[in-house]
């Protein structure tokens, strides 16, 4: 099975640079996904990792140790609207892939 | 294109009765995977259809149960209702089971009263 940890809270400053930090336990691994999610909304995709390294998407970069079982989301010049929950999600590696989330990291963004 | 849709979106019921939630996938999009989410919690798996047929399931009792249709659209019932069953359902499409991005629709927020 699959054990996702993720910190529950960060507070960060608009701005700044934020870092939310996701540990996984696998019995098989299939990439891993950061979803942004706003309260009372659906998650929104956000990045995905199969390989290990960096991802940069604009403001957003994922990075990725397999061998570790480490991933952290970067979110650089932080704006309001990016108070949200962010979700960590691993794939396993099984015909189907289900995907097992962590409970979400939820970040507050102040002026 | 419309994204993932999901009907109804509030929906409320009473203990023992059944429900039934409906996803439209993406355009494109072949595979369906149907989540629960209680608050405070991250999304939980239910299971996944792909080619109409349910491909994997999670730690969910027999009282759920799904569907897909040749369209690539789903279904979700739930049968005998309880209390515990009161949460947000999500339903996320995919172009195969090993897609690099998934979709999800805005839930059904569903209350067992």
């Known amino acids: 099975g699959q054990n996702i940890d993720q910190p529950t809270e960060m507070t960060a400053t608009e701005g700044a640079i934020v870092q939310i930090n996701c540990t996984y336990q696998t019995s098989g691994f299939n990439g891993l996904f950061w979803y942004q999610q706003h309260a009372g909304e659906a998650p929104t995709f956000l990045s995905y990792?199969?390989?290990?390294g960096l991802e940069e998407k604009g403001r957003f970069s994922s990075f990725l140790s397999r061998s570790k079982g480490y991933s952290y989301l970067l979110l650089k010049e932080l704006q309001m609207k990016d108070s949200a929950s962010y979700l960590c999600a691993v794939r396993d590696n099984t015909n189907a892939g289900k995907s097992t989330f962590g409970d979400g990291t939820t970040l507050t963004v102040k002026p | 294109d419309a994204g993932v849709t999901q009907s109804p979106t509030h929906l409320i019921k009473t203990r023992g009765q059944q429900v039934t939630l409906r996803c439209s996938p993406k355009s494109g999009h072949d595979t369906v995977s149907w989540y629960q989410q209680a608050l405070g919690q991250g999304p939980q798996f239910i299971f996944q259809y792909y080619e109409e047929e349910e491909r994997q399931r999670g730690n969910f009792p027999d009282r759920f149960s799904g569907h897909q249709f040749p369209n690539y659209s789903s279904e979700l019932n739930v049968n005998a209702l309880l209390l515990g069953d009161s949460a947000l359902y999500l339903c996320?499409?995919?172009?195969?089971?090993?897609?690099?991005?998934?979709?999800f629709g805005q839930g059904t927020r569903l209350t067992v009263v």
């Open positions: 996320a499409s995919s172009r195969g089971t090993s897609s690099s991005e998934a979709f």
């Open positions: 990792n199969v390989l290990d």
